[in-house]
């Protein structure tokens, strides 16, 4: 039988079961884990094969990928808070790299940050 092709689409982009959520930002994917799972993975691991502190490269990554897209936008760093429901001290310190936000965080902030985009086509 054969399938339609949306089927067969939606079927590519669903994610595994097993899977962790992911988040796409700047064209770099990130893996969510909680702080357990991560902790759990860390203490499973060779510390001499992964390069553990890498994390913070990426915290530095996604503050600058966060920062170019508010400046994109078009918006401040009150405004983008006011849109997210944040305070702006808290986009402040994730802007630079002070603060590594949880995944409910990063997903205001983006949605946040897709409104002004839509405005802007219309």
């Given at each position: 039988m054969m399938r339609s092709m949306a089927t067969q689409k939606a079927r590519r982009k669903a994610p595994q079961?097993?899977?962790?959520?992911?988040?796409?930002?700047?064209?770099?994917r990130?893996?969510?884990?909680?702080?357990?799972?991560?902790?759990?993975?860390?203490a499973s691991t060779d510390e001499e094969a992964v390069p553990w502190d890498a994390w913070a490269e990426d915290a530095e990554n996604l503050a600058a990928a966060l920062a170019e897209r508010r400046r994109a936008a078009g918006?401040?760093?009150?405004?983008l808070a006011r849109a997210a429901g944040l305070r702006v001290e808290t986009v402040n310190r994730i802007e630079r790299g002070h603060n590594v936000p949880d995944f409910a965080t990063v997903r205001k902030l983006l949605k946040a940050l897709r409104k002004p985009a839509k405005e802007?086509?219309?």
């Open positions: 079961a097993d899977a962790p959520p992911t988040l796409v930002l700047g064209g770099v990130y893996v969510v884990l909680t702080e357990s799972k991560y902790r759990a993975l860390r918006l401040s760093q009150a405004d802007k086509r219309s």
